[in-house]
Structure formats: C-alpha cells, structure tokens
C-alpha cells in the first residue's frame, strides 16, 4: 500500500470466515475508486504472512540487480556473446553453487533460457538438464554446446577469415528474410538486404561454421533494427515510420550490419582465442560435465522426468509482469523460421505471463496436480489479491481485462511446477529461484510469499528469502495510477523435506 493509503484507509478486520461481513467503503486515490475493505484485507493478510517468514527474511548484500539479471555477463566470455535480458547471470550461479556446496550430481533448470546455469553448472563437471520452450533459448543453447564440444582450429579459423574478409558484402542477395506481422519493417532497407547477402553466404559453409555463422547473426539483430527489446513488446524508434503512442521514440544508434557482424564475430573468435580463454570456462574442458536440453513447455516435460532424480534446481520463471518473450523476441524468431501459427501457439504453451494466455486445463495436462491446485485455492492471500482483481475487472478499472486470468494463471501453473520440482528432487535438495515481486491496480503482489505458502505444502522447507539490497520501482502507469513503492526482489530458497 501506497503512503497516503496508510494514512487514508480505516484499520478493518480482514474476513477469516464466510460468514464474516465488513461495512463497505472505497477509497478515491487519483480519480480512482478501490474497495477499501479488499485493500486493507490484503494488507493485513500480507502482514501477517510477512511476520511469519520473519526470521527467514533477510537482505542479502552480496546480491545486486546485475548479479541477479544478465548484466553481470556483459564482461564474461561466452556468456557476453548473446544478451538474453531475462536471465540471470554465470556469477549468481556460481555463488549459490558454492554457498550451498553443490559441486556434483545433476542440476535442473525448468526454464533454461540461455543456459546460464547449465553452462555454470557443467563447468564444474557436474550434469546439467534443462528445459526451454523458445527456440532462440534452445538454439543459443545448442550453439554452445557445439562450440564446447565439436569446434575445430579449422572452424575457428574460418570464423576470423568471415570477420577479416567479409565474404557476404558481394555474395547473392538470397531468398526474402522471413516476417512475423509484428516484425515487419524491422531493419532499413540496406541492412535487410545485407543480412539476407549474409544468410545466403553462410550456406556455402562447413556444418558448425554455419552454425556459429548464423548465431553470431542472431545475436545482433535488435542492434541493427529499428526496435528495442522493452519487457512487454518491442519498441519502435521514429525512423521506422511506424506510431507507437504519443511519445516519440529515438533508440539511439542503428548501427550498420557490416559493423555489428564484424565485432560480434571478432568477439567470438577472440573469445575462443587461447590466450583470452578466461579460466572458468574452457580450463580443463575435460571436466565439463554433458548439458541434457529438453526442448518444450516444462508443464508438459516435467511430469516425465524420474522421480527423485536431480540433487539441485536453479532457476528463474518468467515473471508474473506482462511479458511477452514471444514478441521481445520476435526478430530472433522470425529469423529461425518461426510463423504466426507457430508463434502463437508457443505464447500459449508459455507460463500464463502475459494478458495473451487462456487459462490451461491443468487437470488435462496431469491429473497428479489435483492437490497442487488445492493448495493454492486454500492460499488466502493469494485468494483475496484474484477476488480483488476480479472484482476491479468487473467495475472496469483495469487497464487490461486480461489481468485477473493471467495472474490467476501464473500462481496455478507454478503450483504445480513446484509439485513437479518437489517430486523430482532427491530427499533434502536445494531449489534456488530467482522472482521478482509485481503490483497490480494498486496491490502489491508478494510472489514470494505466495509461491513459498505454495512450497511449504507441496513438499519443501523454506530455509531462506533472501531480498536483493534494493527494491525495484513498480511500473511508470503504476506509479501514476498509485504513487511510487518499492517491490521486493529476492531470491528463494527451498529444501525438499526429508
């Protein structure tokens, strides 16, 4: 709750029964009318919730937001090559790793993105498996792991010789690129033709120069648009010619193709380069332990996955925050053949993140889940906070009426994601998950307290909440709509019960 809600709203008992019953009033912050009884219900209840995991509640000052988010890889080699904005980075990895002792058995990332903990994982001999649903994570992650293992001298060489000699400046210009509706007129028209110059010459190429040709291509390909990767959607720069709000949106410098290829290929190589091999990465490659990708939804794939089987989980879902990775994206997949059928169907395969995703039968996907799905129709915060946006929706003050079924959808779905993890994992492992807390018309929602409620009775001892230093801002509408308040970003941590 906002300050000045602290200071206007009325100290009311939060109903614990059907039976109880509170005087209605509202509350007008901004022009807008809130059910002050539904407000200070949730306040109390997260009150409540907030003093119980009191004492496993700290803040942790070795985590900072660059730790915690890809940033801290912009200066690592390998990691640095692709900026995946949604993960986190090989150093958080490594510092729970080592906080934790994880040094052997198998580790286990539902949501693998990039790979990061695969990767960090694998380097210290241990087996990785991981699950991704977008291509761009899978192809990223099988780049890799065919750089790790098959890469030749021979292949590196080709590399530097693309970047010394620029073989696709007068090579044919190639087929069309592929478009999505919402990529079209994504590049100038020279950098459009250059790319497909480039695409047409990499077929010439040995198998693994090409693969590596073409994810050097991917990995630069928001740099030389005219778009910006921005959370729920891609931004469009004026140049364009396309409108997108009020606001006039300049990204900066479009650089030129030959430009971007050209450094993104030296960085490659330079990286490969046995004298800038940085040691926690390619140092005794014989120790690297197998990465195991599982291609596809993890509501679909971990209910096939041995029971008792893994010894760690480190992850990081997709936040409950309207992003929509499918459009973010949406240039990296229209350029790995992606279609709109396609697309849509893996905006739908997705955890429920977006106000896109319908609400997925979870009993037909795994008639197992009944009980996670109990548990959080008993979560009564979580409760209050689905009544309360429900009832929003039905006056008409949410800006999307998708809200309340996202948000709903989330908490499901990771339930019984958690009631997979809790099944998969050996007595007494570690499961360490990155989240970030939201805010929606008005109301926080402590994820972190929801998911661990979830956790406690799904199988897993709560042993730490661990809050990054500093919280981050809600949303700029947010802020408008309902002053500014700082969300909580933590990093949980679980231990299957013994």
């Known amino acids: 709750m906002t300050e000045r809600q602290n200071q ?33 219900c949730i306040y109390q209840l997260n009150t409540s919730h907030e003093r119980h995991y009191a004492n496993l509640m700290r803040v942790e000052p070795s985590l900072n937001r660059q730790l915690v988010s890809f940033q801290a890889n912009k200066k690592r080699a390998v990691y640095r090559w692709c900026k995946y904005k949604e993960g986190f980075s090989a150093g958080l990895v490594e510092y729970f790793l080592n906080r934790y002792n994880i040094q052997t058995g198998t580790l286990l990332d539902p949501f693998a993105g990039s790979g990061t903990a695969l990767f960090a994982a694998s380097s210290r001999g241990m087996r990785a498996e991981g699950i991704e649903l977008l291509p ?48 079209r007129g994504a590049y100038p ?100 332990g197998p990465i195991i990708l599982h291609p596809g939804s993890c509501l679909t794939l971990l209910p096939q996955l041995p029971s008792e089987s893994y010894d760690s989980i480190i992850t990081s879902p997709p936040y409950c925050n309207r992003y929509d990775y499918t459009r973010t994206y949406a240039l990296e997949l229209a350029l790995l053949g992606v279609g709109e059928v396609e697309l849509a169907r893996l905006r739908q395969d997705m955890l429920s993140c977006t106000v896109e995703n319908r609400a997925k039968d979870l009993i037909r996907i795994n008639s197992r889940w009944k009980q996670a799905i109990a ?17 929003e929706k039905e006056q008409g003050h949410l800006n999307n009426s998708g809200i309340p079924r996202m948000v709903r959808g989330y908490f499901y779905e990771m339930a019984c994601v958690i009631a997979e993890c809790a099944r998969v994992l050996k007595k007494n492992a570690p499961l360490i998950m990155v989240n970030d807390n939201v805010r929606y018309a008005g109301v926080s929602v402590s994820v972190d307290i929801i998911l661990s409620g979830i956790a406690n009775s799904l199988g897993f001892a709560i042993e730490n909440i661990l809050i990054l230093p500093n919280g ?4 700029s509408q947010q802020m408008g709509l309902h002053g500014r308040e700082s969300l909580r970003k933590c990093v949980y941590v679980w231990r299957k019960d013994k």
């Open 189 to 288: 028209p020279e950098t459009a033709e250059a790319i497909r110059r480039y695409v047409s010459q990499t077929t010439k190429q040995p198998g693994n120069v090409q693969v590596v040709l073409l994810f050097a291509l991917l990995c630069i390909l928001e740099s030389v648009s005219y778009t910006r990767k921005d959370g729920q959607y891609l931004r469009w720069d004026h140049r364009s010619g396309r409108r997108q709000g009020k606001k006039v949106f300049d990204k900066g410098a479009i650089l030129p193709f030959d430009k971007a290829i050209t450094e993104k290929l030296t960085e490659i190589v330079s990286d490969l380069g046995e004298q800038n091999t940085p040691r926690d990465l390619f140092v005794e490659p014989s120790r690297h």
């Open 136 to 183: 761009i994570g899978q192809r990223i992650i099988e780049t890799k792991q065919l750089i790790e293992e098959k890469l030749t001298p021979e292949d590196i060489a080709q590399l530097c010789l693309w970047s010394e000699k620029k073989p696709w400046m007068k090579a044919a210009l190639g087929t069309p690129l592929n478009e999505l509706r919402i990529t």
């Open 472 to 475: 981050k801002g809600n949303s």
């Open 8 to 40: 206007i709203t009325p100290r009311l008992l939060c109903p614990s029964t059907p039976e109880a019953t509170v005087t209605p009033s509202t509350l007008s912050v901004n022009d807008h009318h809130y059910d002050v009884d539904a407000i200070e």
């Open 375 to 391: 548990t959080a129709d008993r979560e009564p915060l979580l409760q209050a906070i689905l009544s309360y946006l429900d009832a």
